[in-house]
């Protein structure tokens, strides 16, 4: 870590600050790791022959990877924005620092993401950010992205449905999205429309958290509905100001991530005829929505196989080469799409997290004069997944 003292370093409430159990751990490192074989080395074979797939990737033009390693970049620094404009007085170098160090963790552990929000806290403080500062932006990310994730699956049963295309088995995914991006968009209006409504969501989301709690044999938490109205204040005065950056960003990182998986399928092989662009994106949609279970660090082994099931499901009736091939060109689009979004954030965190320690020049002191706590607590996890 950097040269700070450790004071400069203690994570607040919301980044976890205890050692978890060991025994924790191990359980969570055994599903991880059964659950990554069993698709490798199981489920996926069942759709696909490996070796199929290999000879899939390796006709892939050299102008083709370049496309794609362009597009993936873009996707890469398209999530900078974002940050940005949650967090005044960010720079884009430091949010790309932050969010490539922080997605390493979230990649490569289980349960990364909660480490990975420690780590992004302590970067923040490094730089002089406060706690409330850096909570109320992990809060705006999430809660931005949430909109994102539940309306895209909404958005694609309306290009499905003016396609053409069957949409009975999306329809009851898509309304659940829908019931959930209603309540969210309630629930994020009532906190910020009057304090009695702020403060009364911050007592309920604090009473669910001490059941849960208890549950681990821990005490209550307490203030969260005074940390609620502190919250609501300091939301309205980014979001007024914010909102129309922080939509547009968030709304591009996904597009962007979205453009990789497209462009991965058809120069692996499938065509437009047999899996068009709005399926893709249904099947991107709902994809998605599976980053949100913590079985896998980034969703590993169960984001693949729910692509490639779903791409396969779309176009098995409309193949203009044999199952196998069509099978194994949709395995290669999907396995490069996450080689490229899911692999190459590891060694990039690594170098970024080095910059982070070696760059003295963006060191800046916490104001001691800042007594206000932080907002409510939240699990954020990186944006890049």
């Given amino acids: ?206 009473r669910a958290a001490t059941a849960v709690r208890r549950l681990f044999r821990k005490g209550p938490v307490e203030g969260w509905d005074e940390a609620a109205v502190r919250f609501r204040k300091q939301t309205i005065r980014v979001v007024s100001k914010r909102w129309p950056a922080l939509t547009a960003s968030t709304v591009v990182s996904h597009v962007a991530l979205y453009a990789v998986l497209l462009l991965s399928l058809r120069f692996a092989g499938v065509s437009a005829n047999e899996v068009s662009w709005a399926q893709v994106f249904g099947v991107f949609a709902f994809g998605r929505l599976l980053t949100a279970l913590p079985l896998t660090p980034g969703g590993l082994g169960v984001v693949e196989l729910a692509y490639i099931a779903g791409l396969v499901l779309a176009g098995r009736d409309h193949t203009t080469v044999p199952l196998p091939e069509f099978k194994a060109q949709v395995a290669a689009g999907v396995l490069m799409f996450r080689a490229l979004t899911y692999g190459a954030q590891i060694p990039l965190g690594v170098a970024t997290y080095v910059i982070w320690q070696r760059k003295k020049s963006w060191r800046k002191p916490v104001p001691v004069h800042t007594t206000e706590p932080e907002p409510v607590p939240a699990a954020a996890a990186p944006l890049a997944t």
Wanted: aromatic share 10%; no cysteine; proline share 5%.
């Fill in 1 to 206: 870590m950097g040269e700070l003292p450790v004071g400069d370093l203690a994570p607040p409430q919301a980044a976890p600050r205890k050692k978890r159990k060991p025994w924790v751990t191990a359980i969570q490192v055994t599903i991880s790791v059964a659950i990554v074989a069993a698709v490798f080395v199981y489920a996926i074979p069942k759709f696909a022959d490996y070796s199929r797939v290999w000879a899939a990737i390796s006709a892939m033009s050299a102008g083709q990877l370049l496309v794609l390693v362009g597009v993936t970049i873009l996707n890469i620094v398209s999530y900078w924005p974002q940050m940005v404009a949650a967090m005044p007085g960010l720079t884009l170098a430091q949010a790309g620092v932050n969010n490539q160090s922080s997605t390493t963790v979230a990649n490569t552990v289980p349960g990364g993401g909660f480490i990975a929000n420690g780590i992004a806290y302590t970067m923040y403080h490094s730089w002089g950010f406060t706690n409330s500062q850096v909570g109320l932006s992990l809060l705006l990310s999430a809660i931005w992205n949430s909109f994102v994730k539940l309306s895209f699956p909404i958005i694609a049963v309306v290009f499905l449905v003016f396609q053409g295309s069957r949409t009975a088995s999306l329809l009851i995914p898509a309304l659940i999205g829908l019931a959930a991006l209603i309540g969210v968009v309630l629930l994020f209006a009532l906190a910020l429309s009057r304090k009695v409504f702020a403060r009364r969501i911050g007592r309920g989301l604090g």
